[in-house]
């Protein structure tokens, strides 16, 4: 089984930007579909942005214009951009893969990252 780790989270300022690092290890060759949700004190785990397989996109309402879900050519890690940071984004970030792909065949997953912390603050 594959585990999932995020990186990149930590202390910002109002306004600033972040980059959130996902990567899959210890599974067969091959990419994941990947979701980042967030979880703020005393809410429920929301989704932010997923990106397919295939590499198509999308977004919760609430992270279209400042978040940008991308995966890097190797197909090894996806990212989480955020930009112009709001003290409401403050949260742990988790990653989810929840499709594995080969150059054969595509199966579900359900793996879950340990979650990485962003703390947006003057």
């Known amino acids: 089984q594959a585990q999932v780790v995020e990186s990149g989270g930590g202390l910002v300022q109002p306004g600033g930007s972040l980059r959130l690092s996902c990567g899959a290890s210890?599974?067969?060759?091959?990419?994941?579909?990947m979701g980042w949700y967030r979880q703020a004190p005393g809410k429920q785990r929301e989704l932010v942005a997923h990106i397919t397989s295939g590499g198509t996109t999308s977004y919760s309402d609430s992270a279209k214009g400042r978040f940008t879900i991308s995966r890097d050519k190797a197909k090894t890690t996806v990212y989480l951009q955020i930009d112009n940071l709001e003290p409401e984004d403050t949260a742990a970030y988790y990653c989810h893969a929840d499709e594995y792909c080969s150059v054969l065949v595509c199966y579900d997953v359900n793996y879950w990252g340990q979650g990485t912390q962003v703390t947006v603050s003057s």
């Open positions: 210890g599974g067969p060759s091959g990419w994941y579909a």
